[in-house]
């Protein structure tokens, strides 16, 4: 038997523009993500055996809105290996994959990628397949685009679909609060057809045309924020093009957005910025200190007081995926 245990982030984006259209359907991204320190814990275990042939890859999750079956991104993960590489993976026998999840669940934090991408590097490990990064990055990007990120963590800029992906300087331990309702999810392909129905004509359809604003990303006012590690510019700089879509649709969210950015004395106090990340619901906060932080998630637990809303004090990580245990 053989085991590995890893850590397995949220995400969340610092800046989302949305670019135009791709030929594969899918909209042309320039994007900062970041890893939080937010997590799940993800165990594979491994059991030689006639167990392999007739149920070779089993998901649980400490999660009941979470699927245990072949719909799930980390079960997909195995089962892309199992079938790149089937001579050593086979040798592991059946594979266990258990998730306790601690990240919310639909909550725009690419938490079911960043499992998939736990999954990616633990079985890589435990079948000593010696894969680079590279081609850890190209497996990802096959299950989802969020996955390589999630497979290289930290901060970095993403274009494409948010496949391509380039690490950039960590720009310090900022605090965040995350907040999320529970019962409460964004549709990700309703988030961002809406916005191609309502802003398309806005889309840039020479490539010439992408690559300048692609470039305009990568040496633009958030990545030398970001680089000087001045918090006040990155908060300041925040920015996500669906919350054009999201925050009109649905107004509970645009209201909770609005009351972490009231800060700790509902004047803006000790925050440095608010957003909503990715497509949503979960929007976060930026601040200096967790001192801070945990004020503001007080104060807006107080201020909303709402059994539905969940509140998370966490901070800006300078990596992805952790291996605690192999």
Known sequence: MKRCVLTA????????????DRPDGF?????????VTLADRIEISTQPGIAQFTQPIQIQCSHSRVPNDETNLAYRAAALLRDR????IEKLGAIEIAIDKRLPVAAGLAG???????????????????????????????LGSDIPFCAIGGTALATGRGERVTPIEFPGPLWVVLAKYRS??????WAYKTFRSQFSDRYESDPVGLQQRRNRVHSGEMVGAIANGDGTAIGALLHNDLEKVVLPEHPAVAALRSTLAA??????ADVLGAMMSG????VFA????????SALRDRVARTLDDPDLELWVTQLAPDGIIVLDS
């Open 184 to 189: 409460f999810g964004v549709s990700t392909p």
């Open 263 to 268: 800060g700790t004395d509902g004047n803006g």
């Open 85 to 88: 590489f089937p001579d050593r």
């Open 27 to 35: 909209h042309e991204l320039a994007m900062v993500m970041q890893s």
């Open 279 to 282: 497509s949503g619901p979960t």
């Open 112 to 142: 079911g990628s960043s499992n998939a991408a736990a999954v990616l590097i633990g079985l890589d490990l435990l079948a000593e397949l010696g894969l680079t990064q590279g081609e850890l990055s190209d497996l990802a990007a096959e």
């Open 286 to 293: 930026l601040l200096a200190t967790e001192v801070a932080a």
């Open 9 to 20: 982030p949220a995400k969340i984006n610092l800046y989302l523009e949305i670019l135009g």
